[in-house]
């Protein structure tokens, strides 16, 4: 036949040279649609021979050969030859593939590896067998039962691009020996051993296979007589060189002729091994040896004595790495398939023909699981495992990796990391060589964290590197140098209980999936649009089913139309179903969902996936695939089980039965999803083509059908604003008119690391804690003069240094087309025509030309906007935040094209182009801003704030009173603002100027001093800095303190102000709980102070370095009043310690929006009930750990209360959120053991990830008593705040991602909880019983607002119950013997103010009362117990507006104290004084309008005085209250105790006066010494509230 191709052939194609030359076009942006045919059917032992032309580096993959009894004339030729169906016989790297599926996983030479000049053919013979000719030697039978009519197929795929034909006739002379040889079934002797004598020969051997190692040049053949010498010539003339293939079959060949004088058989050599050859391996002889010898079966099969067959092997080419050298020095390459050793580690047990290798006793032991495969791995060679089951039990899990001992001889170790010699081992995320580690972070899969079903694998390249396989991807180089023999490992350590070893690594498929990830699409220019292709339009015979491999739990019915999980209320996963061939372009899947249960969370999920259905090992669930796969889920989008897109179109979750979806891809790469018919848009680009449609029939969706009879669809949009713009590579770009300004995407070329999502909007860079750079990535047409290119950051991590770099084409321009581009590592790498902005620097062509440009890109956070726009002038500016930054550079070439760029590099993750791209203003200023800038965001629309007249005497005000300079000097530098600040209204300024010759930073904080009561200017006597201001009570932050009137409140806030520089930005604002929050460049630092007054003005002091500010920030609207929440009932309490109604009764600002219930995946001793709301733990300790199965809102309060504590375990809950989907979460027994996206809190430390970051924050969660209300909320800020029954505890951690779910672990004595809603009631909440006066008091107003409000235990719940201090007080109180009839009989009112009991009912440590309102301190660590009061104080009015303070006294006192009901004289208590003598109106302490109003016989009484505290700090002290030992009886350990009263006091009954003690230091920071005492003046005055103990 004539040795010509067919005319008609694949799409890229051009045929030349008489139709005997096939050029794939366009070979470095496609890689497949290469496929040629011969013109004729071949006849028997013809050998259709071509040569390779030429390749490529791009791709991976390379020429396919074999043949197909489809005639080419009326072809449908599909984009590569393993999509051949209808009897096609396709030959694939070193695999062979029948109708696409494989039949043979190691055949022959690996066509991968062949070069440019090698020729291979194919040919059946007269057997009807398929043969692969590689440079004219025989690689054996690949197939037999072939038709007699078939044509060749070759098929210019990947690397590959030229071959021309260079024959089509029988094998030359020499090659009909051989194939005669392999007709007639001659054996060849299999070498067992060496003998005496013969070393010398070998010798030579070796010593030629070292002498031409790595000759490479093509020579012509060897004469016949050199196919299987009798002997080993004795040398080769030096111009006749052999390639390595060549050496490497005489090398073997020499040996079998050392022994072809010995008898048949061959076994029992100590070395045992050699190379056996069957029918179909000819004059072949590379491929492995046996280690157990015998003879070699002529069919191709593997004797049962273990001898390995020419149809199997190894891909290592390497002449000093075969069989035979092996033979030689004794290390074993055999062709054995690769299993598990016999010899392992102790607990292992062994299965499945020593596939599967199992640890015994997983729950008592976890090492002792140590396994090797039975030989050496060849180069090139997957060693990959499946995870079979997995324990909870230990921490750690599998190990894998390679190891020079040979299992024979090793003394096998607990764990293989224990091992100090020649093994390499994969842990963790991590390497660890000998033992040691040697690279902390390998990868971004932690082996810890794979689940059941998910592989491992590793590969010895021929190069010497190790690369590891999670899931199919390549984690990259783990070691670059290894051992030329290792042997695989594997450790089955912790949690890992059960592995597998996977033979099927489908080579075809792997290939098509890798060539997707590198593909870089060229515009169709001139293609018609096609149609979207319904299934009803297809033949019957090529209908889309559903195959017949599907999930464990999931059926397919209906002769394959149907999918159904039979068991849907037993099981809610396990249901994947794939269509049972690939989707063709534009070719729509749908299908109706049929039938739903109502009993799990989730819902149908459909997409697509480049795993062949009829290979691939199901997940559980197809989101948990981490490769070639594409899917949606909700109304988000994942690949390869990492979310793309969050908010993409409808959500799935809330179909019914009888809708609809549907998944296509279109013909340009783009995946769409369709819901009820509607198309969602596209939700992914660069989708490779030959992808089969995925169900998930997950939760909720029990069975779904595929519609084949639909209605029709409606056409998909025009992607003109959602895809890349098509345009010829060589037009120029439209300067006016054209394309409209939203057609700017990222270009589908890109760096290594980059991934386009989102319609090419969105650019991000993967394995982002691994690499941080080559993730370049560049517009899809150049920009116009004018046109703003802007990005928003929208991912960052805190791995690196340095962040993301923009420039000309960095986040700038070049005049470097992206076609033309060469992606470096880094965009500065690049050294013409470019302009970039790294940092602060402006780089041309790689060398920076200006330092210090008015923005610095390393200072950016997540949500900053960076643009970039080339003026009609060729100036280049640069945006930030929508704010021109000015000229960074000047003189770029007009008539050049700019396009612009964007370097993912460091700590800058995923960026997205936002919709004010496009063109701006032409007359755009030039002026040069050499500052930072930044947007001003006004909370409420309104009129700019403006700072008061009256300020130090070093300032001077500007702009109407917008800024503010300090003119001299460091100090007196204070300003106002102008008016009060209204509740939550934000006063903000941004720094101007700084003096670095100053130390010391800016000061801001809040102040009841009113400016317009100061006098007038100049200032002279305004305290020179703020931390002096004491005029009236002034909160402030310096630095990172917070201080009250100069004293130290709290230390390490926040950021520190002394860090501050030009452009940032500082404010302050009064929140409706009275607390005071400083916000950094817009970011709330959380709560700085509490109790602060109502009336405050903001006060800043231009201090130190910082010399200017100016307002950024806007007054509140008068109409915004109407939108403020309403105040709190007058009828709530402000003492903080009587009966209140918490903040969450209130129903302020947090009032939940989304109904929230736990999900149904939880621990396994949980028990969900309540429709899902109520949560118990059933048994032991641990495993009870809850999720939600909705995400929590921004802004939205979660709230639950502990029902049930069981006091027989120690500790209790913890809680906090995980921020990713639990749907598919394998729970740990307890939440300290998550360590992906997880922030918990526990007792009153933060986690994050299992690491500690936070201590002393909140109430101790192990002591809080049933019916506490705990809450978690994410703010706007994504800070992560608790709350206590309805106290905001502050800002627990930042950084909370989108979305996260609450995550609640029943630990320890928590045992139930239950999630509160409207209809649930909150702790403390009003029970809507009206109670007498004579059980609560009325809360103190002042000016008509409530001062503040706090939460006290209802009356059901008994603090003594899980409070040990106040039951250790409480038994002092027993042995003082005291007549119960002094204490109220109601427990309620006792009260213990340990650390742990404030903090749980958000106690505020200062309150107001009585009228006028005066401050006092609640009695921190003190336990008090409410007395009895007489019932005419219970109802007199005056007695509510009493004020509230302390009296220490000795136990001594205590029972006339109570006996008399008051505070008297002449008592033990060294705080009493000696009555002394009423005077006139010039007499102690008495005001002249009291002495007049008195009686004449009364001024002469005697009227004891007492002296009082507003704080326990100064009466707890021991020579007010002694302290007495004690023994605890329960305990019998001794403790020291003191005791005191807390009393009301009638006001104007005493006098304010200092302290009598000499103290220099305040005594209490809300007191001065000056007024910490109070003398009463008359007697009735006070009146005995409580009695007070401390214990220590």
């Excluded at 690996?110 to 057997?127: H, M, N, T, Y």
């Excluded at 299992?1250 to 101790?1260: A, D, F, R, V, W």
Aim: charged share 20%.
């Amino acid at each position: 036949m004539a040795a010509e191709l067919h005319p008609r052939s694949g799409k890229l194609i051009g045929l030349s040279n008489s139709n005997r030359t096939a050029q794939r076009n366009q070979p470095v942006q496609e890689f497949n649609h290469g496929l040629v045919l011969s013109r004729e059917p071949l006849r028997d032992r013809d050998v259709f021979t071509v040569r390779i032309d030429k390749k490529v580096n791009s791709w991976s993959g390379s020429v396919e050969i074999g043949v197909t009894a489809l005639d080419p004339a009326c072809l449908d030729f599909p984009s590569s030859a393993t999509g051949l169906k209808g009897g096609s016989w396709i030959v694939s790297g070193c695999s062979v593939l029948r109708d696409g599926r494989s039949v043979l996983e190691e055949y022959g030479r690996d066509l991968d590896q062949l070069a440019e000049g090698d020729r291979v053919g194919i040919q059946r013979s007269a057997r009807g067998e398929l043969h692969l000719w590689v440079n004219g030697h025989d690689c054996g039978a690949a197939a037999s039962g072939l038709p007699t009519r078939l044509w060749a197929v070759v098929d210019l795929y990947g690397k590959c691009t030229q071959v021309t034909v260079l024959s089509c006739e029988p094998p030359s002379s020499m090659e009909r020996d051989t194939e005669r040889e392999a007709v007639e079934g001659h054996e060849e002797v299999v070498v067992c051993g060496v003998r005496e004598g013969d070393t010398e020969d070998l010798t030579s051997v070796v010593n030629l296979a070292a002498a031409t190692n790595g000759t490479t040049e093509e020579v012509p053949e060897l004469p016949p007589i050199h196919n299987r010498p009798d002997k080993f010539p004795n040398n080769i003339e030096p111009e006749t060189a052999l390639t390595e293939h060549q050496l490497f079959d005489v090398f073997n060949n020499a040996i079998v002729s050392l022994y072809r004088s010995e008898d048949e058989g061959g076994g029992g050599r100590d070395l045992g091994g050699g190379t056996g050859t069957d029918s179909g391996t000819g004059g072949r002889g590379d491929r492995g040896s046996s280690s157990g010898g015998g003879a070699v079966n002529s069919n191709g099969s593997n004797s049962d004595s273990g001898a390995g067959t020419g149809n199997t092997g190894s891909t290592n080419n390497s002449p000093a790495g075969g069989a035979g050298l092996g033979a030689v020095t004794g290390g074993m390459m055999t062709n054995d398939a690769l299993l598990f050793h016999e010899k392992c580690g102790t607990l292992i047990k062994l299965s499945n023909n020593n596939k599967t290798a199992e640890r015994r006793r997983p729950l008592d032991e976890f090492n002792n699981g140590v396994v090797m495969t039975n030989r050496p791995l060849r180069h090139n060679e997957m060693f990959e495992i499946r995870i079979d089951k997995l324990v909870d039990k230990w921490s750690g899990s599998i190990e894998i990796g390679v190891t020079t001992h040979n299992p024979n001889n090793l003394d096998y170790p607990a764990t293989m990391t224990n091992l100090r010699s020649g093994t390499i081992m994969m842990s963790g995320c991590g390497i660890l060589t000998n033992g040691k580690g040697t690279r902390r972070e390998y990868c971004e899969f932690s082996l810890d964290e794979l689940q059941e079903g998910d592989h491992i694998g590793l590969m010895h390249k021929a190069s010497g590197a190790l690369h590891f396989y999670i899931n199919g991807i390549d984690q990259g180089v783990a070691a670059a140098q290894t051992p030329p023999m290792v042997y695989g490992v594997v450790d089955l350590y912790g949690m890992a209980v059960k592995v597998t070893i996977v033979h099927n690594h489908n080579h075809s498929d792997r290939l098509r999936r890798n060539n997707a990830i590198m593909r870089a699409l060229s515009p169709d220019v001139g293609r018609p649009r096609p149609t979207l292709s319904l299934t009803s339009d297809l033949d019957a015979t090529d209908r889309l089913l559903f195959h017949t491999n599907c999930g464990q739990k999931a059926a397919i019915i209906s002769e394959g139309r149907t999918a159904l999980r039979p068991h849907a209320t037993d099981d809610f996963n396990h249901g994947v179903v794939l269509s049972g061939r690939p989707l063709r372009s534009n070719e729509v899947f749908q299908v109706r969902i049929d039938k739903m249960v109502d009993k799990w969370a989730g819902s149908i999920e459909i997409g697509v996936t480049t795993h062949n259905p009829a290979y691939l090992q199901l997940p559980s669930t197809m989101t948990n695939l981490r490769s070639g796969t594409w899917m949606m889920t909700g109304n988000g989008v994942m690949h390869n089980g990492t979310t793309i897109l969050d908010e993409y179109g409808h959500n799935l979750d809330r179909l019914k039965a009888g809708d609809t979806v549907g998944v296509v891809r279109k013909e340009d790469g783009s995946l769409h999803f369709f819901v009820n018919g509607v198309a969602q848009g596209p939700a992914a680009w660069n989708v490779p083509p030959s992808v089969y449609a995925v169900v998930d029939l997950y939760g909720q969706a029990a069975q779904a059908t595929i519609m084949d009879d639909m209605a029709d669809l409606p056409p998909l949009p025009e992607d003109s604003s959602e895809g890349p713009t098509v345009m010829s590579p060589g037009s120029p770009c439209s300067v006016a008119g054209g394309n409209s300004a939203n057609d700017l995407r990222f270009h589908q070329l890109h760096g290594t690391n980059a991934v386009i999502t989102n319609g090419g909007r969105t650019a991000l860079r993967q394995n982002c804690r691994s690499e941080f750079n080559d993730a370049i990535v560049i517009s899809n047409r150049c920009l116009r003069d004018g046109e703003l290119f802007e990005i928003v950051i929208q991912k960052m991590v805190d791995r690196w240094s340095g962040s993301i770099e923009a420039g000309k084409i960095m986040a700038g321009v070049t005049s470097i087309r992206p076609e033309e581009l060469e992606f470096p590592n880094t965009m500065t790498d690049i050294d013409y025509d470019t302009w970039m902005l790294s940092g602060t620097a402006i780089m041309q062509d790689g060398n920076t030309m200006r330092n210090n440009y008015g923005c610095d890109l390393d200072s950016l956070t997540t949500g900053s906007r960076i643009g970039m726009m080339r003026s009609a002038t060729g100036d280049l500016h640069y945006y930030i935040n929508g704010v021109d930054q000015g000229v960074a550079c000047t003189g770029l070439p007009p008539e050049k094209e700019v396009y612009a760029v964007i370097d993912l590099y460091g700590q800058c993750v995923q960026v997205s182009i936002t919709s004010s791209s496009g063109p701006l203003d032409n007359s755009l200023c030039t002026s040069n801003i050499t500052e930072k800038s930044f947007p001003i965001h006004s909370p409420v629309a309104g009129v700019a704030h403006r700072l008061h007249s009256k300020h130090g005497k070093n300032v001077v005000l500007l702009g109407e009173g917008c800024q503010a300079v300090r003119v001299g000097g460091y100090a007196h530098g204070i300003v106002f603002s102008a008016k009060e600040l209204k509740t939550d209204e934000l006063f903000e300024v941004k720094i101007d100027e700084v003096d670095n010759q100053w130390s010391g930073s800016l000061h801001m904080g809040l102040t009841s001093l009113a400016p317009p009561e100061l006098p007038s200017c100049p200032m002279s006597g305004l305290s020179p800095s703020l931390t002096q201001l004491r005029a009236k009570v002034t909160w402030l932050l310096a630095g990172s303190e917070v201080r009250r009137n100069g004293v130290l409140q709290r230390q390490n806030y926040g950021a520190s102000l002394d860090r501050l520089t030009v452009g940032n930005r500082v404010g302050v604002k009064r929140c409706s709980d009275d607390t005071m929050h400083v916000l950094i460049d817009g970011e709330d630092m959380g709560t700085a102070a509490t109790a602060v007054a109502k009336n405050v003005y903001a006060v800043l002091d231009l201090y130190g370095r910082v010399t200017a500010v100016s307002i950024v920030s806007s007054s509140v609207l008068e109409d915004a009043e109407s939108i403020k929440a309403p105040s709190l009932s007058s009828d709530s309490c402000s003492d903080g310690e009587e009966d209140s109604t918490p903040v969450g009764s209130s129903k302020l600002a947090l009032v939940p929006n989304t109904i929230m219930a736990f999900l149904e995946n939880h621990g396994k001793n949980i028990q969900l009930s309540n429709q899902n709301l109520t949560a118990a733990r059933v048994s032991s300790y641990n495993q009870g750990l809850l999720v939600t199965a909705q995400p929590l809102p921004r802004q939205q309060l979660f709230q639950f209360q502990i029902d049930r504590l069981n006091p027989s375990w120690t500790s209790s809950l913890s809680l906090g959120v995980i921020g990713h989907s639990p749907d598919r979460l394998n729970f740990p027994s307890t939440a300290c053991c998550l360590k992906r996206s997880a922030w918990l809190l526990q007792r009153d430390s933060v986690f994050h990830n299992s690491l500690k970051i936070c201590e002393n924050y909140g109430p101790n969660l192990d002591t809080c008593p049933e019916g506490t209300v705990l809450g978690l909320l994410v703010d706007g800020n994504s800070c992560l705040h608790l709350h206590v029954n309805g106290m905001d505890q502050g800002v627990a951690a930042q950084d909370i991602p989108t979305p996260c779910y609450p995550l609640i672990d029943l630990y320890g004595q928590c045992e139930q909880i239950t999630i509160v809603t409207d209809n649930v009631p909150t702790v403390g909440a009003e029970s809507g019983e009206a109670r007498c006066q004579g059980d609560m008091e009325k809360a103190d107003m002042v000016d008509g607002i409530k001062e503040s409000v706090c939460w006290t235990p209802p009356p059901e719940v008994n603090p003594n119950k899980t409070c040990e201090y106040q039951a250790l007080c409480s038994r002092f109180k027993d042995l003082l013997t005291l007549p119960d009839g002094y204490f109220n009989e109601d427990a309620k009112y006792n009260l213990c103010y340990c650390e742990s009991c404030h903090k749980l009912r958000g106690d505020e440590s200062y309150y107001k009362r009585g009228e006028p309102p005066r401050d006092y301190a609640l009695p921190f660590g003190w336990c008090r117990f409410a007395l009895r009061i007489k019932a005419h104080c219970e109802v007199s009015s005056a007695f509510k507006k009493w004020h509230i303070a302390y009296h220490g006294t000795s136990v001594g006192a205590l029972r006339r104290t109570l006996d008399h009901a008051q505070l008297l004289s002449g008592t033990s208590s060294i705080f009493s004084v000696s009555p002394a003598k009423m005077e006139g109106p010039n007499g102690y302490s008495e005001p002249e309008e009291n002495s007049n109003s008195l009686p004449d016989r009364e001024r002469d009484k005697e009227v004891p005085r007492v002296q009082l505290s507003p704080t326990m700090r100064y009466s707890g002290l021991e020579m007010f209250a002694p302290k007495v030992q004690f023994r605890d009886p329960r305990s019998h350990c001794c403790h020291q105790a003191q005791v005191g009263f807390q009393v009301c006091v009638r006001p104007g009954s005493y006098k304010v006066g200092p302290q009598n003690l000499g103290a220099s230091e305040p005594l209490d920071p809300r007191f001065s010494n000056t007024e910490i005492e109070w003398i009463t003046k008359e007697q009735g005055g006070t009146l005995l509230y409580g009695l007070l103990i401390r214990v220590e």
